[in-house]
């Protein structure tokens, strides 16, 4: 039987507790707390795309505030305590994951895709590049033939090495050692985890336990088919041996690890016993206070179908939608603001005039913009453009009370 009966609302609010988007940011955070966050949030998804800061140093902003970029590429390299690899997608993850990553890693490897079975040769030689000359990056290749077109290899530069260099770090040969400049520098995992690399792997029982016990703390609340899709397991899907998500929630509870409650509308779902004092406070009334940006890619949000459910709240990004057909805008961030999500913003940053630019804010159906909320939004706004380095803001259309320009 449940533990509790909880409202959406306070499911939503432990939900943002858990992923820390809740807690009072620290000034100037060091390496220590943006390391502590990544664990607390089990991976964190890295994406190019560059209108305003990355996706991985925005998620980090959204909890941690105005902290320094760089903690965060230290803690990869030369700190290594974080990897990367196919967490949620690609993703920062905290190095005592490593090991429950291994067995992706070895699958790829022994079911191997056809075009790696084609392209033994290729591989070979990126794999003897790196044994030779370190860690190297896609540039230490040429295209082939710089005339030819290669259907199917756009997304690659046209180069087989490029393909050869995924391949190699979905299957555990290779690792990211480090990132300059946004570019992965490529190494043998053996060279750069060569304790973890060569350990034994764990049971797949105590992965499972592992990875779903993160993912259900992560998440704050979370539903049998939530569970999949935080670190992109395949639990119980047709063609993978392994137990349904419900059966590992399941086991679990009997462990006393998690334990079940019922969300009005929703049904049942699962609490971490860490987050029992969460559950606690959130029935004794508190809720979350602060206003702030998220990313697309933010893990509070990643899952969109999770998303409409618990939030009531439809997104999707429109970077890959031609910009005539274009609802928001290109890379909209949606606005969390006191345990709801009230809008999204079209965000941009010119970084040569230090302008960043709100080019349309909308708000979901219902929302009032009241003067308490557009001073937290205008706040956020300016500890965002400072974030970015901006030193003025501009919001250019949205509610009449917001449009303007700001001195930061």
């Not at 290749?141 to 046209?158: A, L, V």
């Not at 016993?273 to 697309?296: H, I, Y």
Request: net charge neutral; with cysteine.
């Amino acid at each position: 039987m449940p533990d509790a009966r909880i409202t959406r609302d306070e499911a939503r609010a432990i939900s943002i507790i858990a992923q820390g988007l809740d807690d009072r940011p620290n000034k100037k955070p060091t390496t220590e707390p943006v390391f502590e966050m990544i664990r607390r949030i089990g991976c964190l998804q890295i994406d190019t795309i560059s209108v305003v800061a990355r996706s991985h140093y925005l998620v980090l902003w959204s909890r941690l505030g105005n902290y320094d970029q760089r903690a965060l590429d230290e803690l990869h390299y030369p700190d290594r305590q974080i990897f990367e690899y196919w967490g949620h997608a690609a993703s920062f993850l905290p190095i005592e994951l490593y090991p429950y990553m291994r067995r992706k890693m070895l699958e790829r490897q022994e079911k191997p895709h056809e075009w790696t079975v084609e392209n033994v040769a290729v591989l070979d030689q990126v794999i003897e590049a790196i044994r030779q000359h370190g860690p190297i990056h896609s540039g230490h290749f040429e295209r082939p033939n710089k005339e030819e077109k290669i259907d199917g290899w756009s997304w690659y530069g046209g180069k087989p090495t490029n393909v050869a260099f995924d391949v190699l770090w979905l299957n555990g040969t290779l690792g990211i050692d480090r990132r300059i400049n946004f570019q992965r520098y490529y190494d043998l995992n053996e060279r750069i985890f060569p304790e973890l690399h060569a350990a034994d792997l764990p049971d797949e029982d105590e992965e499972r336990r592992v990875l779903a016990t993160r993912a259900v703390q992560a998440m704050g609340v979370a539903r049998s088919i939530w569970l999949n899709d935080y670190f992109r397991t395949y639990w119980g899907v047709r063609g993978h041996n392994s137990p349904k998500p419900q059966t590992i929630l399941d086991d679990l509870a009997e462990r006393d690890v998690i334990f079940p409650v019922e969300i009005d509308g929703l049904g049942e779902a699962y609490i971490a016993e860490s987050n029992r004092r969460v559950l606690d406070e959130v029935r004794a009334g508190r809720r979350p206070s602060r206003t702030v940006f998220l990313s697309p890619f933010d893990n509070l949000i990643w899952d969109r179908a999770r998303t409409s459910q618990l939030f009531d709240f439809d997104y999707r990004i429109e970077c890959y939608t031609p910009a005539a057909k274009r609802v928001y805008g290109y890379f909209t961030l949606p606005i969390l603001d006191q345990g709801k999500l009230i809008g999204r913003l079209d965000p941009k940053v010119d970084r040569k005039t230090k302008v960043f630019q709100i080019k349309a804010l909308h708000l979901e159906p219902g929302v009032r913009m009241s003067k308490a909320r557009a001073r937290r939004i205008l706040k956020t706004m300016r500890d965002f453009a400072t974030f970015h380095e901006a030193t003025v803001s501009v919001i250019e259309a949205g509610p009449p009370e917001l449009i303007g320009r700001y001195e930061v």
